[in-house]
């Protein structure tokens, strides 16, 4: 059974940073394309970014495009997510999900909704 374990997340202010960690067990990273969500109240989740499994490519979603970066580290079996600039708008519950099989944009070609952890909360306010 894969489980992801999301971290990283906190508070910080208007134009700072987080970097955010995913780490997968039951399973070795290197097989999956992997991807970051997110979920702000009252919203539905969202795609934020996406990594091939050999993390030679990557997508980003418009709205975060240029102010994050995409990793992983399949050793550690782990998936990063540096979050520069950040704004009130990137306030969300993050979570991380991803699919042996590489879909559209490098993503998983399926969510698994039983691969959904308990996600790690980021929120920007000065």
């Known amino acids: 059974q894969l489980q992801f374990v999301e971290s990283g997340g906190g508070l910080v202010q208007p134009g700072g940073s987080l970097t955010l960690s995913c780490e997968l067990s039951?399973?070795?990273?290197?097989?999956?394309?992997s991807g970051w969500f997110r979920q702000a109240p009252g919203k539905d989740r969202e795609g934020v970014s996406c990594i091939s499994s050999s993390g030679g490519s990557t997508y980003y979603a418009d709205s975060v495009k240029g102010r994050f970066t995409i990793s992983r580290d399949n050793a550690k079996n782990t998936v990063f997510l540096q979050m520069n600039n950040l704004r009130s708008e990137d306030a969300a519950v993050y979570y991380c999900?991803?699919?042996?099989?590489?879909?559209?944009?490098?993503?998983?070609?399926?969510?698994?909704?039983?691969?959904w952890g308990q996600g790690t909360q980021v929120k920007v306010a000065s």
């Open positions: 039951g399973d070795a990273l290197h097989y999956y394309s």
């Open positions: 999900n991803a699919d042996r099989k590489e879909g559209v944009y490098y993503c998983p070609g399926d969510v698994h909704d039983e691969y």
